[in-house]
């Protein structure tokens, strides 16, 4: 089993209609294949500019994420897509495929602006590909 995390950057900001739509596209897709985790959708405001970035991981056979995978990059809701992490795996985390919306003050949190605020020099580090900076955040959902 294999574990895939990665973010990218909405192309336009979602609403709870579009959200519910990706839902039910993705989890009946993932139920049928055996993926599970949980995608976050994260709209942050900062100097009043909204945007949103998804981040997401998902489990399973490697197979099967590579096809899920090849059909999420070429998803015209997001673009700017990282893969942070692609690895074995001996046990799942989540037991199901969910979606979490969020909405981040930027401008109140740093820690969090720093890794949400577009900083890709930061997300591509190797440092952070290499943490679990980015799985304990979805697990903190
Ligand atoms: C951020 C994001 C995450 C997605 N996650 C999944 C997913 O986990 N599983 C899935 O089947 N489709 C997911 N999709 C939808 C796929 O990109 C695609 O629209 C869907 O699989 C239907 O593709 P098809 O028409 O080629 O079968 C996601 C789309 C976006 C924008």
Same mark, same amino acid.
Do not use: P
């Given at each position: 089993?294999?574990?895939?995390? !990665? ?9 709870? =209609?579009? +959200?519910?739509? %990706? ?11 055996? *993926?599970?985790? @949980?995608?976050? !959708? @994260?709209? &942050?405001?900062?100097? /009043?500019?909204?945007?949103?970035? $998804?981040?997401?991981? %998902?489990? &399973? =056979?490697?197979?099967?994420? /590579?096809?899920?995978?090849?059909? @999420? ?9 990282? +893969?942070?992490?692609?690895?074995? @795996? ?15 003050? %930027? ?19 190797? =440092? $952070?590909? &290499? ?6 955040? *979805?697990?903190? $959902?």
């Amino acid at each position: 089993m294999h574990i895939l995390i !990665y973010y990218s950057k909405a192309t336009r900001l979602m609403k709870k =209609a579009d +959200l519910d739509l %990706l839902l039910e596209e993705s989890c009946s897709w993932n139920a049928v294949h055996g *993926l599970t985790g @949980i995608l976050a !959708y @994260i709209e &942050g405001t900062s100097e /009043n500019h909204k945007e949103a970035r $998804f981040m997401h991981v %998902l489990e &399973g =056979a490697e197979e099967e994420l /590579n096809i899920v995978f090849e059909k @999420i990059k070429c998803d015209s809701r997001h673009h700017q897509i990282v +893969l942070l992490k692609k690895e074995h @795996i001996n046990t799942r985390t989540f037991s199901q495929c969910s979606i979490k919306h969020e909405h981040i003050d %930027l401008s109140a949190n740093l820690n969090l602006k720093a890794f949400f605020n577009l900083d890709n020099q930061l997300l591509q580090s190797e =440092a $952070f590909k &290499g943490s679990d900076a980015a799985l304990d955040f *979805l697990k903190s $959902f």
